[in-house]
């Protein structure tokens, strides 16, 4: 496939989301006619449990990676494989069928986080259920509603492009039923004529899409991604794209949209202190004896100065300044901090000093503890003066820094840090770590606003950043094309969390949106 990476905006960079001359308006009344079937295929994937790092699961990821693959077939793509990556599978679907327009390599995941049943409220896990606009369920935000929103996004431009072309042009018509029929894989998973919650194929009748679309959804991002480098280099050149959508990202506001341009890296570590030779009675030592959990305190409160920063020495060395454009456009952004408080129930505003709420979460580098144990943390206490005490952290870098060295710099910290009368174990996650990243000046973002706009019936489309991580700096670098972000969740929907749950409205406008792309890039050069 003939690669455009000089791709150029007809419209000269223009932003005018207010514009229907892609039929904006007809994309939103095809899907939301439909949402009853977007809900009903999100509810039948949200039951299959893929939870990955859970043994019991792990043919629950495969059974996932299926369910995703009929629903690919069942839009048309005629090209469908599961691909084998680790202790997961990967999903894989192309349509190229557009000679000399751009080829976009969409990339997203199908596992989930494990769930504490009893924290749930709404529904079981992965019982879904429809309340006040919201389906309730495991994975149905992050990301399995996200990859949804694009299967429907194609279906939508396919209806948009058979109303277009089709009667004057039944050469358009580039598929038929036929050849759906006799799609099959290895996996043994059944093409059939419907797939999901009440969906038909749509090939039969539909002209193929008008950009050359491609999907890697992978089932191991929920785990840092261990063999996506890997699945890369293996399967480098049949991933090659002009651009690829990261779809795997927040928005800032259901009824505020916001082009997300940025993507923090991520590190875990885990520091372990010991003190005694084994668990002690306290009132046996106590006041004598190297207790590792005021230690470990100690060095975690250590870890920020006065101000709010990281003071570990030399950390934000190779820390970039914030583009000046992109902290105005984050000053543009409504926001109160009432608001923020209510969608991230974070209960108070805390933080580096000298920037904002949103520059701290998107342009700046932080850590967190995210599990902390020491002594009897459950059960009946034996109070005992522990032997050992850890913690787990999670380091969030920005552009700049290298994942590589900011584990040197801590590495350095600990051992001139911890206290002579304890051990000290320390280790940092390479193989999982992401390196921040930010979408070059690219006109395929002006076409993202336009999009949106149209999407979200919007006259402004802001700009915002991602808090979390992601692989977006290894596809970049590996497939040589810049990264674009779009995804369909926002902070309420409760990520990782219990009643994770997914906005409808917020996935028919996604799907629209995608579907106003599509048109937006095949009108580029």
């Known amino acids: 496939m003939e690669q455009h990476h000089g791709l150029r905006d007809h419209d000269g960079g223009r932003e005018h989301p207010d514009e229907d001359h892609d ?119 992050d990301a399995k509603g996200q990859v949804l929103a694009h299967l429907w996004s194609v279906r939508a431009h396919l209806h948009q492009r058979a109303l277009t072309y089709g009667p004057q042009n039944p050469d358009a018509l580039s598929l038929n039923a036929a050849k759906t029929q006799t799609l099959s894989h290895s996996n043994g998973v059944s093409t059939g004529s419907t797939t999901g919650a009440g969906s038909t194929t749509w090939a039969g009748s539909t002209a193929a899409p008008a950009v050359n679309l491609k999907y890697l959804v992978e089932g191991e991002e929920e785990g840092g991604s261990p063999h996506l480098a890997k699945l890369l280099e293996e399967q480098g050149n049949r991933l090659q794209a002009d651009v690829v959508l990261f779809s795997d990202t927040l928005l800032w506001q259901e009824d505020h949209p916001a082009v997300c341009v940025s993507l923090r890296g991520m590190l875990s570590a885990s520091l372990e202190l010991f003190g005694p030779e084994r668990d002690v009675h306290s009132g046996a030592v106590s006041g004598n004896a190297p207790n590792p959990a005021f230690e470990l305190g100690r060095l975690l409160a250590l870890l920020h100065d006065g101000e709010g920063r990281i003071a570990v020495p030399g950390f934000y060395d190779d820390v970039e300044p914030p583009p000046e454009d992109l902290r105005k456009a984050l000053a543009e952004l409504p926001f109160s901090e009432e608001d923020w408080l209510k969608r991230s129930e974070s209960g108070a505003v805390t933080g580096e000093q000298g920037y904002t709420v949103l520059e701290r979460l998107w342009l700046r580098p932080a850590v967190e503890v995210t599990s902390l144990i020491a002594g009897d943390p459950i059960g009946v206490s034996r109070a005992a003066v522990p032997a050992v005490a850890s913690a787990d952290l999670s380091f969030r870098t920005v552009p700049g820094q290298r994942v590589e060295k900011v584990a040197e710099l801590l590495r350095q910290w600990v051992e001139a840090t911890v206290g002579d009368s304890f051990g000290h174990t320390f280790s940092v996650d390479l193989e999982t770590a992401q390196e921040a990243y930010r979408t070059p000046d690219h006109p395929a ?81």
């Open 445 to 525: 973002v002006s076409a993202l606003v336009r999009a949106m706009g149209r999407g979200f019936q919007s006259a402004s489309v802001g700009r915002m950043g991602n808090a979390g991580g992601g692989p977006a700096e290894l596809l970049a670098r590996t497939l040589d094309a810049p990264v674009l972000f779009f995804g369909t969740g926002l902070v309420e929907d409760h990520w990782h969390d219990s009643d994770e749950s997914a906005n409808l409205a917020v996935l028919v406008n996604g799907a629209v949106t995608l579907a106003g792309f599509w048109d937006e890039l095949a009108r580029m050069e």
């Open 23 to 141: 039929g904006g308006s007809d994309l939103h009344a095809f899907v939301r006619s439909r949402q009853g079937e977007l809900e009903g295929q999100l509810a039948e994937w949200v039951r299959v449990p893929g939870v990955l790092g859970v043994p019991e699961h792990a043919q629950d990821l495969l059974r996932s990676a299926n369910w995703l693959a009929a629903a690919f077939r069942g839009v048309g793509f005629p090209t469908v494989e599961v691909l084998p990556t680790g202790e997961s599978h990967a999903v894989y679907a192309e349509w190229c069928e557009a000679p000399g327009a751009p080829t976009v390599l969409v990339y997203s995941h199908h596992d989930v986080r494990a769930v504490k049943a009893e924290n749930w409220e709404q529904t079981a896990p992965f019982e879904p259920v429809v309340r006040d606009g919201r389906l309730y369920g495991r994975g149905s935000s």
